[in-house]
């Protein structure tokens, strides 16, 4: 998406840990236009796939998944998480250990807003190692939903998260994929 790219080399930064920090437009300052276009970007690339509802993670995916969501006509639901929470019988739960903080938090989404004919589509800020989208996953299984696919803004496709979830058949489409975060310098993957 070539109007996300012109943004990422424009305000894009690299820290240590091939981390892209893209506060300016995405998870701190977000930038609303950018964020419609985004979400009508997804809704067209899954339009006819019967999606019932969006679920993100809180709080970076929210901002996309709300504009999926609107594009869509569908609700949003984001797992919140928690550094601990005790099992509960109201909710669905995971643990997903976060590549950035490097610490694991227990997500869960409430059972009340899950029904079993539901057909999901992920949406998230980010994909590195996929296990934001296991987790999501992980309570899809429990909850015996469908799942559609995942929509990525920015995809590390350096890391290995996307490359795993497709060679399972499961369908990611991500807006923007870079190819590596080497010597500072962000170099996307053209396909
Ligand atoms: P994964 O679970 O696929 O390893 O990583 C995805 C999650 O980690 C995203 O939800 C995002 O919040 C965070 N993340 C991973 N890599 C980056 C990055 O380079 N920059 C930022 N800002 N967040 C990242």
Known sequence: MQELNEKIEKFGTVLPGNVLKVDAFLNHQ???ELMLHIGQE?????AGE???KIWTVESSGIAPAVMTGLAMKVPVIFARKHKSLTL???????????YTKKTTNRISISKKYVSPDDKILMVDDFLANGQAVEGMLEIADQAGVKVAGAGIVIE????PGGKEL???????ESLARIKSLANNQIEFDKD
Not at 88 to 98: G, R
Request: hydrophobic share 35%; glycine share 6%; aromatic share 18%.
């Open 156 to 159: 590390k496709s350096f890391q």
């Open 30 to 32: 977000v930038d609303p």
């Open 88 to 98: 509960n019988k109201d909710m669905y739960v995971a643990d997903v250990y976060s």
């Open 50 to 52: 019967g999606i019932t």
């Open 42 to 46: 997804f809704a067209k690339r899954f």
């Open 166 to 172: 497709r060679d399972r058949g499961f369908r990611v």
